[in-house]
């Protein structure tokens, strides 16, 4: 590769980290999206988006197992993870268990699990 070759190269590296990084940013739209449609909602709040999820403000359930908590932040269980978002993907998908017990439901490992943990992640107002 010649130098002008060369320096062209580089400048369309740099301008594609420059003009990406808007897609960084957490897709909200797409994460929501997906946490109503899997149905999240009948069971966990996402009080930072008004949702209120249809088991989480009633009782405790009558196996005294603990309540969906809302969503808006993550425990403090989850964050003190080494790698939280591995965690909630594996946490998720019921390859792993936490305190024994699997999480209610099963997801399936697509694409928009990520963008949704991602979100999860992400600081809220
Ligand atoms: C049948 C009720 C139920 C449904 C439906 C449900 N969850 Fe949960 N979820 C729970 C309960 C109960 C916990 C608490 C488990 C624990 O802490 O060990 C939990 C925990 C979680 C956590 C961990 C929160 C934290 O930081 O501790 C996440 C994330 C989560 N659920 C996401 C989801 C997503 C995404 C969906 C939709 C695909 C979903 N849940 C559907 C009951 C449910």
Redesign the pocket.
């Known amino acids: 590769m010649n130098n002008k070759l060369m320096v062209v190269f580089l400048s369309a590296l740099v301008m594609c980290f420059f003009f990406s990084s808007p897609t960084w940013a957490v897709d909200k739209e797409k994460a929501l999206n997906f946490?109503k449609e899997?149905?999240?909602t009948?069971?966990?709040s996402m009080k930072t988006e008004g949702i209120v999820g249809q088991?989480a403000e009633s009782g405790d359930d009558d196996d005294g197992?603990?309540?969906?908590?809302d969503?808006s932040k993550?425990?403090d269980?989850?964050m003190k993870e080494a790698d939280p978002k591995t965690f909630?993907k594996k946490?998720?998908t019921q390859q792993i268990k936490?305190?024994n017990?699997k999480?209610?439901?099963k997801?399936d490992d697509d694409g928009d699990l990520d963008t949704?943990i991602d979100y999860?992640m992400s600081p809220k107002k």
């Open positions: 946490f899997k149905k999240c009948k069971c966990h088991k197992a603990k309540k969906p908590p969503l993550l425990s269980e989850t909630l946490f998720l936490r305190g017990k999480h209610r439901k997801l949704l999860f």
